[in-house]
């Protein structure tokens, strides 16, 4: 049956068939059928029409980074009949300055950046602070380019020099002083339970759009109500952009309530290791610059936090890359002139002096950045043993290497900055201030490369795991031990270590 683009010639010899304006409906077997007065026969043959694919459908998905985005697409609906052998990335860069995005939008040019082989992702790296991008894709067969597939939404790249993008995160939090804390907060819901109290979302009545966190401390001991008051009092001092803030805080009988910004991002580390983020060695600079920015202000005010760790990092938001330095439950001020000892931290990252029961310094924090460092860029941790005990042998030992394989892919000037901080003496483990003027931190604008390689979190995954079940154990504390500042004997020592310091290991 002849169609509009289909037609058929015959002569007296044979007979054609001519289809024009070919499509992909016109694929498929074909048959012919000759029939005389003595029987039939038939005879077919398979067509197929090729060309170049169809558009990927649907619009890319996009995860955002601070300076990059990662952009997963769907495959195109039909392949043109052949095989896809790639993909081709397209950017639209539209100027922020300019009246009108929308405009933009119909009239900016699209620029080929990157071609894809066997992969539906590819992370775009490098993008200019305070420009707004569109990405597209095009799918290709040996025969062409299909059309372009829809555009993604706009992405905006903030200044990696701005501290966040809400207006509020360089200024100090403050609401209304006085008042009963019943009166002043509604409860949202509850966040969650630490060592010493619970931690609620809130929302201020006078003001519904302030969203703040209010953790509540039963203090029926009065030496209980004195250290939270010293929180408290090391907490107003501490006003920076990395660090938690306080608010206000509530006083009853038998309860202190510390009003706190609200911090939606989660731990750091879980955020680093979900599957739309790509961990390289320039992001672990960009982290590990802002816990030396926060720890570098803590101790110009003669502060030490005491409990570095990777839990006590926290992201501001869920989509900004900047940290918050939490819990100042065991902040110490060494503005007093007399040494100053103490026996508690985390294991895997208390320094060698707290072991030992030797005064503490500033530089005591700086052995906890240098473990964080570690576990970070390779997801193991540098002096885990198989019991406390090992583990604080190693830490006194100063016992660790660079030697496994996930190392292989981080610089040398990242292992140097480590071995800089992971020193035995406290007094020559670089200060925050030396650590923001090494070489590692102030090179990650520049190279390139840093942001190019990926480091795999496998190994980070199961530390995270580990310490997960590890928080869910019930505190270990036990009583102060005598004033003596050392024990002669090392297996003594370890022996008293394990009954000595408080094992925190939850909140």
């Known amino acids: 049956m002849e169609t509009s683009n289909t037609i058929i010639n015959t002569s007296s010899r044979k007979s054609i068939l001519q289809i024009s304006d070919i499509d992909t409906d016109d694929s498929g077997k074909y048959s012919v059928e000759v029939m005389n007065e003595f029987g039939a026969d038939i005879a077919s043959a398979s067509v197929a029409v090729e060309g170049p694919p169809e558009p990927p459908s649907g619009k890319p998905s996009i995860s955002q980074g601070p300076d990059r985005v990662a952009i997963a697409w769907c495959g195109p609906p039909y392949d043109g009949g052949c095989m896809i052998t790639g993909f081709i990335i397209e950017r639209q860069q539209l100027d922020p300055n300019a009246p009108s995005l929308e405009e933009q939008e ?293 016992e660790y290497d660079f030697d496994d394989e996930a190392f292989d892919c981080v610089s040398q000037l990242a292992k140097d900055f480590i071995s800089n901080l992971l020193i035995h003496r406290k007094e020559d483990r670089w200060t925050a201030e030396q650590c923001l003027e090494s070489p590692w931190l102030k090179q990650g604008h520049y190279d390139e490369n840093l942001g190019n390689k990926k480091i795999c979190t496998d190994k980070l995954k199961k530390f995270i795991i580990r310490r997960k079940w590890q928080q869910t154990q019930p505190a270990i504390q036990h009583p102060q031990p005598p004033q003596h500042t050392q024990l002669h004997c090392p297996a003594h020592q370890y022996q008293h270590a394990r009954r000595r310091i408080r094992l925190l290991r939850s909140g």
């Open 106 to 398: 119909n009239d900016a040019d699209w620029l080929e950046i990157a071609s894809v082989v066997d992969s539906l992702a590819y992370t775009v790296k490098n993008l200019k602070p305070l420009f707004t991008y569109r990405f597209r894709v095009r799918a290709e067969n040996i025969h062409g380019r299909s059309e372009p597939g829809l555009p993604s939404d706009p992405v905006h790249i903030a200044d990696e020099t701005e501290e966040d993008s809400t207006e509020d995160f360089q200024r100090p939090i403050s609401i209304k002083s006085g008042g009963d804390f019943k009166d002043r907060f509604q409860i949202l819901e509850e966040l969650g339970k630490g060592r010493f109290g619970v931690v609620y979302k809130v929302q201020e009545k006078e003001d519904p759009k302030r969203i703040l966190a209010a953790k509540m401390i039963k203090c029926i001991k009065s030496k209980d109500r004195v250290k939270v008051q010293e929180e408290i009092s090391i907490m107003k001092s501490l006003k920076h952009p990395k660090l938690l803030q306080l608010a206000a805080s509530f006083e009853s009988p038998r309860e202190i309530v510390m009003v706190m910004e609200y911090i939606t991002g989660g731990e750091l580390f879980e955020r680093v290791v979900a599957d739309d983020f790509t961990l390289t060695e320039r992001d672990c600079i960009l982290f590990v610059r802002q816990v030396c920015e926060g720890v570098a202000y803590m101790h110009s005010q003669s502060i030490v936090h005491l409990d570095l760790k990777p839990e006590n990092i926290m992201c501001k938001t869920r989509t900004c890359h900047q940290i918050k330095i939490i819990d100042f439950g065991l902040a110490q001020r060494l503005n007093t002139g007399s040494p100053v000892r103490v026996l508690f931290g985390t294991p895997e990252f208390i320094s060698p002096e707290i072991i030992s029961y030797e005064p503490i310094g500033f530089q005591s924090d700086m052995w906890s950045v240098g473990v964080i460092c570690y576990v970070l860029l390779s997801g193991l941790s540098p002096f885990m043993g198989d019991t406390d005990v090992e583990t604080f042998s190693n830490i006194t030992r100063a």
